[in-house]
């Protein structure tokens, strides 16, 4: 009987983010030879999990940098605060 690791996510993006390429619901199964005993099995299964970690990373930096860039071009629709607003708010600060 042959083992398996298997790792699932279902991301629940904001609206309007970018996802090309990207899918918000994805399922890895990382096979772990149940054939070998002892120290071999638990160093197929670190290595498994290894292997896991580092295809979800991949994918979940795609998607915090979809994310991230999508926050950006919301910051920068802000309109920009008057300098001379934040030096009379510091004023009003200090005086009390």
């Known amino acids: 009987m042959a083992s398996a690791l298997t790792v699932s996510y279902e991301l629940h993006p904001p609206p309007e983010t970018p996802q090309e390429g990207l899918q918000a619901q994805k399922t890895h199964t990382f096979p772990v030879p149940s054939e070998k005993k002892g120290k071999e099995y638990y160093e197929s299964l670190r290595k498994a ?48």
Do not use: C, H, I, M
């Open 49 to 96: 999990v290894a292997e896991a970690r580092s295809t979800f990373g991949e994918e979940l930096t795609a998607w915090r940098d979809a994310v991230g860039a999508r926050e950006q071009t919301k910051e920068s629709k802000l309109p920009k605060k008057n300098e001379d607003e934040d030096e009379d708010e510091d004023e009003e600060q200090e005086d009390q």
